[in-house]
């Protein structure tokens, strides 16, 4: 099946080597792409943080849950699936 051929060369993009970074979600290490494009302490407005990943780690996530990416826990406040390939995730370092 297409979907599972490229499921595998999804790897590529994930690799800590180049543009990922290690995660902890439900015990086990995943691998995502982080962006944290704008933080300010303050009465500053931000951007949320994300993460980009494959679809199949993170399948079932929910609202609330959480993620240690850099030493931080992130609570995932957003699920956008884009497809069977990739998920964003959109984070918050504050607690439900």
Known sequence: MLSDDLAGDLDVFFDEDDFAVAITYGGETIYGIFSNPYE???NAESFS???LAKTSDVDGIAHGEALVINNTTYYVIN???SGILFT???LSKDAP
């Open 79 to 81: 699920v956008q699936k």
């Open 88 to 90: 964003t995730l959109i």
């Open 40 to 42: 300010e302490d303050g």
């Open 49 to 51: 943080p994300s993460v």
